[in-house]
T-cell receptor, first 114, second 112 residues
């Protein structure tokens, strides 16, 4: 157990739908990162939050949004889902938000869009 | 744009063999990290290399950071089935806001 908790573990939904993925960071970590992993693209950085504020943005689509709450948990919202959004979504956390930090990953949420 | 290129993409070897996987970039990194990911799990950090030319050893795994801090290699001696997994290198630079960018990884299969 890495200490980073992600729910749900598996999710199957239809095109056009909206889903929310949830992440609780490791105790004491202030930064949360979201990554998308697919076979063809590998592990792609989506977005980072540090202590409730957006810190860095990667290849996140406009249909996707995220936030980090005062208790430091984070949610990734995916809307108007397309077949190509099917992937593993990982949350990771780290202590600090500046510089290249060591990330602790959760076990991921597998999203299947039918 | 994929900042980090890893090779080979796939590697299948027998127990006891040695292997080297590579991570290359045109960018200079302040540090590079290596992670291993097993099926159904998230990546787990193996090592961080910081200084150009640095060599770090973790049991049978040897990690090297290039002198110019643009590339790195991972050498495994006498591979075991437990080494099977996806090996990912990751680096951050100012262009990415210091968020870690990952290579696509090398998928290693070690058979008994």
């Amino acid at each position: 157990d890495s200490g980073v908790t992600q729910t749900p573990k598996h999710l199957i939904t239809a095109t056009g739908q909206r889903v929310t993925l949830r992440c609780s960071p490791r105790s004491g970590d202030l930064s949360v990162y979201w990554y998308q992993q697919s076979l063809d693209q590998g592990l792609q950085f989506l977005i980072q939050y540090y202590n409730g504020e957006e810190r860095a943005k990667g290849n996140i689509l406009e249909r996707f949004s995220a936030q980090q709450f005062p208790d430091l948990h984070s949610e990734l919202n995916l809307s108007s889902l397309e077949l190509g959004d099917s992937a593993l979504y990982f949350c990771a956390s780290s202590v600090e938000g500046v510089g290249a930090n060591v990330l602790t990953f959760g076990a991921g949420s597998r999203l299947t869009v039918l | 744009t994929q900042l980090l290129e890893q090779s080979p993409q796939f590697l299948s070897i027998q127990e006891g063999e040695n292997l080297t996987v590579y991570c290359n970039s045109s960018s200079v990194f302040s540090s590079l990290q290596w992670y291993r990911q097993e099926p159904g799990e998230g990546p787990v950090l193996l090592v961080t290399v910081v200084t150009g030319g640095e060599v770090k050893k973790l049991k049978r795994l040897t990690f090297q950071f290039g002198d110019a801090r643009k590339d790195s290699s991972l050498h495994i001696t006498a591979a075991q089935p437990g080494d099977t997994g996806l090996y990912l290198c990751a680096g951050a630079d100012s262009n990415s806001g210091y968020a870690l960018n990952f290579g696509k990884g090398t998928s290693l299969l070690v058979t008994p």
